[in-house]
């Protein structure tokens, strides 16, 4: 694919369309991890003796547990953000490039 044929590409309605849908879920995606960041960080900072508390029966903390909930959640959306690209943002840039190029 040239120059020439990326441009085009770029101003098709359909690219721009894709593109702020991938742009919003992505928003999405990280302000929900965020969310959790800050949040066990600022629970940290400001109510340390909740995150001390112990979570099933004592062998755990709470703040150990939420650590690795967020981590998961960390990982959790990164596949759902990958699934996503694979199965609905791929075969749309595909097809753009196929039209483009004919």
């Known amino acids: 694919m040239n120059d020439h044929d990326l441009m085009a590409l770029y101003e098709t309605s359909d690219f721009k369309r894709l593109k702020r849908k991938k742009n919003a879920f992505s928003l999405v995606l990280t302000i929900v991890i965020l969310g959790l960041y800050f949040g066990f960080i600022s629970t940290a900072a400001f109510y340390p003796e909740v995150l001390a508390k112990s979570a099933f ?45 004919k």
């Open 57 to 101: 029966d004592g062998a755990l903390s709470i703040g150990l547990v939420g650590g690795v909930l967020i981590i998961l959640a960390a990982i959790i959306l990164t596949g759902l953000y990958v699934w996503n690209a694979n199965a609905k943002f791929d075969p749309v840039i595909a097809n753009l490039i196929r039209e483009t190029q």
